[in-house]
């Protein structure tokens, strides 16, 4: 079985444009996390989609938004990139919402200059 | 913000050592995990503990849990250079099983 899978795994920015991360979780996953991780601030839930609707969000501003697909795969979105925005966006997926353990993709690691 | 807090940030053994992390979390849980990262890459799950279970072991690891104290200790026995990484507890509570992490404890194991 295919792990999790992201795209890309690096990416440049320049502040005030805004990216675009992808993640295709464990085929038959239905629960799509986002987390982003930063050296200060450790990893931090940014939010979790389930049938294609957003079921938990964390306390991040509005410039970050996602969207599940019918198939699962799950979008990031972040506008208005700021310099802080610097960190590793890691995609995990479970069965289920009722699953606790979590299974991460390799993360996309995003700069922005 | 961070239900769980590893202790130490860093650890710092020689190979053959045991390897001891603590993770201490704030409210009632209905599960603690560990993971285990390695440089820059994604998170690989080590270890699941239920709340009404007190002691736990997958090969060289051993994770105990006191409810009492809120806290859980990860035991890595006979330690490897494999095995340097950093560890994180997370924890779920309440009708959401979503992982909350701790910041993580650093390990280093030097050959």
């Known amino acids: 079985k295919a792990g999790v899978t992201q795209t890309p795994r690096y990416l440049i920015k320049t502040r005030g444009q805004q990216v675009t991360l992808s993640c295709s979780p464990i085929?038959?996953?239905?629960?799509v996390s986002w987390y982003q991780q930063t050296p200060g601030q450790g990893l931090q839930f940014l939010f979790e989609?389930?049938?294609?609707?957003?079921?938990n969000k964390g306390n991040f501003p509005g410039r970050f938004s996602g969207r599940q697909f019918s198939n699962s795969r799950s979008e990031m979105n972040v506008s208005t990139l700021e310099l802080g925005d610097s960190a590793l966006y890691l995609c995990?997926?479970?069965?289920?919402?009722?699953?606790?353990?979590?299974?991460f993709g390799q993360g996309t690691r995003l700069t922005v200059v | 913000s961070q239900q769980g807090e590893e202790d130490p940030q860093a650890l710092s053994i020689q190979e053959g050592e045991n390897a001891t992390m603590n993770c201490s979390y704030k409210?009632?849980?209905?599960?603690l995990q560990w993971y285990r990262q390695n440089s820059g890459r994604g998170l690989v799950h080590l270890i699941l503990?239920?709340?009404?279970?007190r002691e736990k072991h997958s090969g060289r690891l051993r994770v105990t849990l006191d409810t009492s104290k809120k806290s859980s200790s990860l035991l890595i026995t006979a330690s490897r250079a494999a095995d340097t990484a950093s560890y994180f507890c997370?924890?779920?509570?309440?009708?959401?099983?979503?992982?909350?992490f701790g910041r993580g404890t650093s390990l280093i194991v030097h050959p």
């Open positions: 989609y389930f049938s294609e609707t957003q079921r």
């Open positions: 085929s038959g996953h239905r629960s």
């Open positions: 995990a997926s479970r069965p289920s919402t009722g699953n606790t353990e979590a299974f």
């Open positions: 503990i239920r709340s009404n279970e």
């Open positions: 409210t009632s849980i209905n599960n």
């Open positions: 997370a924890t779920d509570s309440g009708g959401s099983y979503i992982p909350t």
